[in-house]
């Protein structure tokens, strides 16, 4: 399983990015997959998930600011980042958990002027 994560960049305070993970190869019944970020000197967070069934769940910080969608024909998963502040400034991480959790690589996201 490969999760290829792109979307990543530099963004205005203010501003909106979006964030694409696709997941390729043997993957069988996906129970959950969501974004994880981790902030230079800090641990590695969960910023959102989706569940099979469709619900999702937020870190308080990103709640009113980010959505997470997903496409399951593509299994694709995406965050939409609206309102961007400096403290958003991390490593994205995808995730995808099935009987085993993937990560991909990570993509850079930088909030500043």
């Known amino acids: 399983v490969q999760l290829q994560a792109s979307g990543g960049g530099l963004v205005q305070p203010g501003g909106s990015l979006r964030l694409s993970c696709a997941a390729s190869g043997r993957i069988f019944n996906i129970v959950a997959m969501g974004w994880y970020r981790q902030a230079p000197g800090k641990q590695r967070e969960l910023v959102a998930d989706?569940?099979?069934?469709?619900?999702?769940n937020y870190a308080d910080s990103v709640k009113g600011r980010f959505t997470i969608s997903r496409d399951s024909a593509k299994n694709t998963v995406y965050l939409q980042m609206n309102s961007v502040k400096p403290e958003d400034t991390a490593v994205y991480y995808c995730?995808?958990?099935?009987?085993?959790?993937?990560w991909g690589q990570g993509t850079l996201v930088t909030v500043s002027s």
């Open positions: 995730t995808v958990v099935t009987s085993l959790r993937f």
């Open positions: 989706i569940q099979g069934g469709g619900s999702t």
